[in-house]
Every structure is written in structure tokens, then in C-alpha cells.
């Protein structure tokens, strides 16, 4: 949500010639395809990012500043998007798994395989783990799904739901290959089975991170993650990505705390919701977790999970504001 002058006070100064602004803020309902998946719980301005309890102020880093390429992003949205719809097993899914893996070469990648039991029948999945490795005991997650809805019209492409976080992660991948990590470990996660094949319930959905959680559980992983970062819807021409309750609050804190640093802090938490999205999980585990999601995407959320989710609603300015806001949160937690 964004704070906008209000039609009635912009003709009363216009009329008056006096200096007086009035603006007035027009909350967003989710749409009701949405429902399922976010229960908007307050609308009310969020707080001002603040100094974070364990973070030094400005603190020295070894690695450079952010520059991701938000042109970069672009170009691997478009090929993404190219192969088509991309819901688990479809052949434009095995293509985007191929290509993804086709980009990481060089790269220690870990493929979670399994077969998910859904409402709508047994549909392969695969959670691919890019793995580049730092100097500190730790690791940092960043993740988000690649697939789209099943089933949707062949026309549905998931330029940004899907298509832009699968984009950024790849962008991300670029930015870590070959260099030698000062800080934490970095996992790039792209996760599969996000999307519900029936109807969104909390067995219908996030197949991927309920499979990957409740391993990395079991053989330990888990508790090596300092934080995982989600990102979700987050090519928005239109950038408001809002304060989710179900995330980490100090963890959402160092992301304020980024974004301010770069001077992008008006694109971050102007609005509080509730997300249901991969990041529950790993959250039930005890991992720390933030979700970046805009989920007011085109007025009413109107494009989500429609044909109308397409490159046209996207901006390389959003891929690049969104890519180097995490890369300064891994910065400040590599710091802490």
C-alpha cells in the first residue's frame, strides 16, 4: 500500500492556491483467488526501520556493494517465461529444470527428488540447491519456486509468480560463482511444488519445503541456517513488498535495516500482512525466516495467478531494488 494525495484535497489546492497537501491511503484487498494464501491482518502503516538489536551500525564489509544487473534479471525472466506454463509434470517444467541446472555449471548442486501425493495425483518434485561455500560456520538460504499453477491456460506464463524469483536466484548464482565467501555459506534454493494443484489447504501447497524442511530436520542442516530469505512476486513494476507477521521479526528487521541502506526503504513494509508461502516450513523447525513478497500485484492483486501475469507488468529497476536489498541482509548477517 502506498500513500497517495486524494483526489478531493488535490482540487481544493488547486482551487485555493495554498499550500496545504492532504494524502490519504486506499488499503488493497487480496483477491479472493487469494484468500487461501493471505489474510491481510493489518493495514496500517508499518513501523520506521530502526537499529537492529546485534547489528553494527555501518558495519566493514569485505565483499563489494550490491550491483545486481537488473537487466540481467530481465533476460532470465524472458527465458523462463518462454517455456510456457510450468507446473509439475509438464514438459515445460522438465525444460526450466534442465535450464536452470544448464546455468550452474561449475557449481556444487544438490537435487531433492521425490514424488508428491496431491489431490489432483502423483506429480514428480525437485528442490535444486546450488551450494557456494563461505568462511564462517553457517549457512544463509535464499529461495524461491520455480514452478507455475496446475492447471492453468496455456497462455498462463507466471512472469512474476514464478518466472521472477526463479530469474533472480539465477542472477544471484552469477554473482556467487567462483568467489570465496568472507561470511556465511550461501544456499541458492529454486523449490518446487509451491503452488497448490486443487485448492490451497495446508496439505495442498509448499510440497517442495515441507519435503526439504522436515529433511534438513532430520539430518541436521537445520540447524546450521542462520536465516532463510524467500522471495516471491518480487518483479513488480509497481515494487510494495510488505511485512509479514508469519516471518522472523528480527531477521524482517536486518531486511528494513538493508533496504534503508541502500535508500530503498519506501519499496519495504508500508504494509502489514499474514503470508502463507515456502518460508512456513522452515519456520515450524525453528529456522529464521523472512518473506519478500509483493502481493499487491496490479491494483486488487487483479494479475496474480491470471494470464494477465506477464514480462509487460515487470521492471528490471524492481529485480535489481529486490536482489540487492537480500544481498545486503547476507552482508549485515555476515556481520553479526
Not at 61 to 89: L, W
Amino acid at each position: 500500500m502506498k500513500s497517495r494525495l486524494c483526489p478531493f484535497s488535490a482540487l481544493i489546492f488547486a482551487m485555493l492556491l495554498i499550500t496545504l497537501s492532504v494524502s490519504c491511503s486506499h488499503p488493497q484487498q487480496a483477491s479472493s483467488e487469494a484468500v487461501a494464501k493471505v489474510e491481510p491482518t493489518e493495514t496500517a502503516r508499518g513501523p520506521a526501520p530502526t537499529q537492529s538489536a546485534g547489528i553494527p551500525a555501518n558495519p566493514a564489509i569485505n565483499d563489494s556493494q550490491p550491483d545486481i544487473d537488473g537487466n540481467h534479471v530481465m533476460q532470465y525472466v524472458k527465458e523462463v517465461v518462454a517455456f510456457g506454463p510450468r507446473p509439475p509434470g509438464s514438459s515445460g517444467h522438465a525444460k526450466l529444470e534442465q535450464y536452470i541446472l544448464s546455468k550452474l555449471t561449475g557449481v556444487d548442486v544438490e537435487q531433492d527428488k521425490f514424488t508428491a501425493q496431491t489431490p489432483a495425483g502423483t506429480f514428480p518434485i525437485n528442490n535444486i540447491i546450488a551450494k557456494f561455500p563461505g568462511k564462517k560456520d553457517g549457512i544463509i538460504v535464499v529461495a524461491g519456486h520455480y514452478d507455475t499453477n496446475y492447471p492453468l491456460p496455456k497462455t498462463y506464463v507466471g512472469a512474476n509468480d514464478g518466472g521472477s524469483t526463479t530469474a533472480l536466484l539465477l542472477a544471484l548464482a552469477d554473482h556467487f560463482r567462483g568467489k570465496q565467501l568472507n561470511g556465511y555459506s550461501v544456499w541458492l534454493v529454486w523449490t518446487d511444488g509451491e503452488e497448490a494443484f486443487v485448492k490451497w489447504t495446508d496439505t495442498d501447497s509448499l510440497y517442495g519445503t515441507r519435503q526439504l524442511a522436515q529433511k534438513w530436520q532430520q539430518d541436521g542442516t537445520a540447524k546450521k541456517v542462520k536465516a532463510l530469505i524467500l522471495v516471491d512476486m518480487i518483479g513488480d513494476a509497481d515494487l510494495d513488498i510488505q511485512r509479514d507477521t508469519n516471518s522472523t521479526p528480527w531477521l524482517t528487521d536486518v531486511v528494513s535495516q538493508a533496504a534503508t541502506d541502500l535508500g530503498y526503504q519506501s519499496h519495504f513494509f508500508q504494509q502489514t500482512i499474514a503470508i502463507e508461502d515456502d518460508h512456513i516450513p522452515f519456520a515450524k523447525i525453528g529456522v529464521p525466516v523472512v518473506d519478500l513478497i509483493d502481493f499487491d500485484y496490479g491494483y486488487n492483486n487483479v494479475f496474480h495467478h491470471t494470464p494477465e501475469d506477464t514480462i509487460d507488468k515487470l521492471s528490471p529497476q524492481s529485480l535489481a531494488i529486490t536482489g540487492n536489498v537480500v544481498l545486503r541482509t547476507i552482508q549485515l548477517l555476515d556481520a553479526r
